[in-house]
């Protein structure tokens, strides 16, 4: 019976090396043409394409300012929170076209795409989104409409005659 060693062509002899140590991927993403890194981010039912590059600090969305497109201050705060924490809000000009939704979920489908695009430009900035929170999708939707219901959940009134 052949024992369970590099001469078993079943096993794969690198599985067997236990030396062997992967570097950390350390590379910067790849910009495209016009120098952008990419990130997508989503909340219910929006989409948000982001583009960064080394720049100013400048950050529109859909052509506007962040306090012009967004009037409420936590709004505001979610967008810059990645940038915040990565300590990289004035060396990066940051793009986004933003759809669907209301206010609030533009405003996490942003934080999500800025915190993918952050972690694509530079993967050294990983565990910082990563332990802020900023990395993680919130995957809550809008419950849907039930069949002889008045809404998801709500039922018409009761009438007793």
Known sequence: MAELNNENPLIDPNILN????????????????????????????????????????????????????????????????????????????????????GTTGQAGAVLLGIARALKSYDPTLLPVLREGGYLTRDSRMVERKKPGKAGARRSFQFSKR
């Open 18 to 101: 236990k030396t062997a140590v992967a570097a950390p991927f350390t590379q910067k993403g790849i910009p495209d043409k016009g120098g952008f890194i990419w990130g997508t981010g989503r909340r219910k039912s929006s989409v948000a394409r982001v583009r960064i590059r080394p720049g100013s600090g400048a950050l529109t969305i859909n052509g506007k300012t962040v306090e012009e497109y967004f009037k409420l201050e936590k709004d505001r705060n979610a967008v810059r929170a990645p940038l915040v924490a990565a300590g990289c809000g004035q060396n990066v000009d940051v793009f986004v076209r933003v759809e669907g939704g």
